[in-house]
């Protein structure tokens, strides 16, 4: 199994930050990764796919970037709603493993 | 509204038996590829089992392979997840979700809000 790994696994923040999070696979998987964002108590919910690109409905503010192993989330300007938890997925093959999670909290 | 509703989660002894459902609604459910992926606080999110559109071929993670199966009733709209010979570490929050296949290079763009299995004695 391709092996996600992320980091920071948390970090703080203040609203109209920008801030940055990284994923990295154990092996190559061109650009099948995708972000999501977890609010406590709710579902994850997709943001980012195929590395870069913004899902609908998903603020500009959050970009995605990167390709082969290593890849970067970046929410500029944050705002209160996103703190939450973070985390990558990869979708190059089965099983399409998860990472462990980036927390931003203020 | 695009929806994904599960149900069927509770609390089961070890070796006990759960079948979940996934209710879908405001998409054609048929056209998608449907997967179950659990969460719980110490492994995180994990990929558990997929379907394709007929149903007729599944995939599984290998920590449940041989004890669940899913399955899928287009007709219906509704997903399932029997899951057998449970363990303390199925335990977690089973969530339903689609997978959006070419449309976002087979991410998971709809989720159900989870239900929970407790696997305890």
């Known amino acids: ?106 | 509204e695009v929806q994904l509703v599960e149900s069927g989660g509770g609390l089961v002894q070890p070796g006990g038996s759960l079948r979940l459902s996934c209710a879908a609604s405001g998409f054609t459910f048929r056209r998608y590829w449907m997967h179950w992926v659990r969460q719980d606080p110490e492994k995180g999110l994990v990929w558990v089992a997929r379907t394709n559109t007929d149903g007729r071929s599944a995939t599984y993670a290998g920590s449940v392979k041989g004890r669940f199966t899913i399955s899928r009733d287009n007709a219906n709209n509704t997903l399932y997840l029997q899951m057998n010979s449970l363990r303390a570490e199925d335990t977690a929050v089973y969530y339903c979700v689609r997978d959006c296949a070419t449309s976002c290079s087979d991410a998971f763009d709809i989720w159900g809000q989870g239900t929970m299995v407790t696997v305890s004695s």
């Open chain 1, 1 to 106: 199994d391709i092996q996600m790994t992320q980091f920071p696994s948390s970090l703080s923040a203040s609203v109209g930050d920008r801030v940055t999070i990284t994923c990295r696979a154990s092996q190559n998987i061109d650009s099948h990764l995708n972000w999501y964002q977890q609010r406590p108590g709710e579902a994850p919910h997709l943001l980012i796919f195929a590395a870069s690109s913004v899902q609908t409905g998903v603020p500009s503010r959050f970009s995605g970037g990167g390709s082969g192993t290593d890849f970067a989330l970046s929410i500029s300007g944050l705002q209160p709603e996103d703190f939450a938890t973070y985390f990558c997925q990869q979708s190059y093959s089965v099983p399409g493993t998860f990472g462990p999670g980036t927390k931003v909290d203020i």
